[in-house]
């Protein structure tokens, strides 16, 4: 088969790329390793941890919030075999939406192994071992990621675990030990604490999710530490083994002391790196740097002219959304078109509750920089909203240029953030002021209603309800 573009990986990258080339008018094809579409987000990260996340929430409601609000129940107990099925289902019905969008944009799907045999031919191989080979005059690497390890940890998927086995366990972790304090542990840790069970995080550095803007993790700690999360910062671990039902993690502080932990369940979640594994990059010279990540120039464009890659195999953040817009930027150049992504507005979300949300420049950021900016914040336990929701942990923080008041960054953490953030990511792309949200009307009684009291407060103090 001969075609204009190969999409090799059908992740949220890879697949929105097909789907983007095919309504352009080129002949595509997607090579896809496992048996189901979707990559890593679909299949054990964005989609499965957020139905978790759902379920575990209701069960926290209805353990600690229903009585408040007027509702008595008997005590909740926790159906794990459901909780994984009901996961399994949204996974599913995810799964066959991406299909029937291959279909429906006539896009060619082959199951198996893709590797380079040159920069025009793919073979593609099943895991019966049959294969066949592919020609194509353009391509995208689209392959994604996997959990990122330490040598001084032996993940045996049963006991000492990864985010993919964390999303199928059969019982609740009487101890989680969670290794990391990044995006992917706190979720899943929330998930496991909600239903009962004492998560310890081992941090290496000196916060919670540290690329965010710092007064989020800050926040975010005192929130999950009510939930029964306990924290040790500096600790580098130095081992993990696990010994029948009892896994025993141990570290050293600050101060080169050897401090030990022990649980039944210990999960590593210290990032994740670039997959390239088996894909023949040598057999056409394509180059990575140093932490595996494949090179391209500001088209996305590899060393192989034709040979595209977008997502987590490039640089930059490991996102979903970030990997969907790199998709439709390269589809549209391939096109002859020209696209841009503004990087700096790519937003990140922490799906724990409350949510967690930012986009554009950190505070931190801003004062390495030597830039001139106000800040204004505005609590939730001041939103009529969130008071009648009883979500009263949290604040929004508008970053604007003391000068001219655009809007630098935006900061969430409250009821609804992951949503609340699109309003902020909008107003930065069309370099709105500060004055211009506080301006705006805000529907009443809303969550949305604090990030436009955040922007007064950053236009000459102006919030009225606080």
Same mark, same amino acid.
């Given at each position: ?10 992740? &949220?990258?890879?697949?929105?790329? +097909? ?13 896809? %390793? ?13 989609? &499965? ?5 759902? *379920? ?28 994984? %099925? $009901?996961? *399994? ?27 380079? /045999? ?12 049959? *294969? ?6 353009? /391509? ?10 330490? &040598? ?12 993919? !086995?964390?999303?199928?366990? =059969? ?16 979720e899943l840790g929330s998930v ?14 000196? *916060?919670?999710?540290? #690329? ?5 993790? @800050? ?18 671990? #130095? ?22 932990? %022990? ?56 996102? +979903?959304?970030?990997? !969907? ?26 799906? =724990? ?11 931190? !950021?801003?004062?390495?920089?030597? @830039? ?7 609590p939730f336990k001041a939103s009529? $909203?969130? $008071? ?27 009821? $609804? ?23 705006m009307s805000h529907a009443h ?22």
């Amino acid at each position: 088969m001969q075609y204009d573009v190969t999409v090799v990986g059908s992740g &949220p990258g890879g697949y929105v790329a +097909a789907i983007r080339c095919a309504q352009l008018g080129l002949k595509t094809a997607i090579i896809e %390793k496992y048996a189901t579409l979707g990559g890593t987000c679909l299949n054990v990260g964005c989609i &499965p941890s957020k139905a978790l996340l759902d *379920s575990s929430e209701h069960f926290h409601n209805a353990a600690h919030s229903f009585k408040e609000h007027g509702i008595d129940i008997p005590a909740p107990k926790v159906n794990m075999a459901q909780m994984i %099925k $009901r996961k *399994s289902e949204v996974v599913k019905a995810n799964n066959d939406g991406i299909a029937f969008l291959m279909k429906k944009n006539k896009i060619d799907v082959y199951q198996g192994l893709g590797s380079f /045999v040159d920069k025009n031919n793919i073979k593609v191989t099943q895991q019966n071992g049959d *294969s066949k080979t592919i020609s194509t005059q353009k /391509v995208i690497i689209a392959t994604g990621s996997k959990p990122t390890t330490i &040598p001084t940890v032996s993940v045996d998927k049963n006991r000492i675990i990864t985010s993919t !086995e964390a999303l199928n366990l =059969t019982e609740v972790p009487q101890h989680l030990l969670l290794i990391g304090g990044g995006v992917i542990g706190l979720e899943l840790g929330s998930v496991y604490a909600r239903l009962g069970a004492k998560v310890t995080v081992i941090e290496y550095t000196d *916060s919670i999710i540290p #690329t965010m803007d710092r007064a989020l993790g @800050k926040e975010l700690q005192k929130v999950l530490t009510k939930l029964g999360f306990q924290f040790f910062f500096h600790h580098k671990v #130095t081992s993990a083994t696990a010994k029948g039902k009892e896994v025993k993690v141990e570290a050293e502080d600050s101060s080169g002391k050897k401090v030990e932990f %022990k649980g039944d369940y210990c999960l590593l979640a210290i990032g994740r790196k670039a997959y390239t594994d088996g894909l023949g990059l040598e057999n056409v010279g394509i180059k990575t740097d140093e932490r595996g990540r494949v090179l391209t120039n500001d088209h996305l464009e590899t060393s192989v002219p034709g040979i595209y890659a977008i997502g987590d195999v490039v640089k930059g953040a490991m996102l +979903a959304h970030k990997a !969907e817009e790199e998709g439709t930027f390269v589809a549209e150049v391939i096109a002859g078109q020209k696209p841009h992504i503004n990087y700096r507005l790519i937003p990140g979300v922490v799906y =724990t509750w409350p949510e967690v949300a930012g986009v554009g420049y950190t505070e931190e !950021e801003l004062k390495t920089e030597g @830039k001139a900016y106000k800040s204004g914040s505005f609590p939730f336990k001041a939103s009529g $909203r969130a $008071r009648a929701s009883n979500d009263l942990d949290g604040f929004v923080k508008v970053l604007a240029d003391k000068t001219t008041d655009e809007i630098l960054g935006v900061h969430i953490i409250g009821p $609804r953030a992951a949503d609340l953030i699109g309003e902020a990511v909008v107003a930065m792309e069309f370099r709105a002021s500060a004055e211009d949200i506080g301006r705006m009307s805000h529907a009443h009684p809303t969550y949305s209603e604090a990030l436009k009291e955040a922007a007064l407060a950053a236009t000459e103090n102006r919030a009225l309800h606080v």
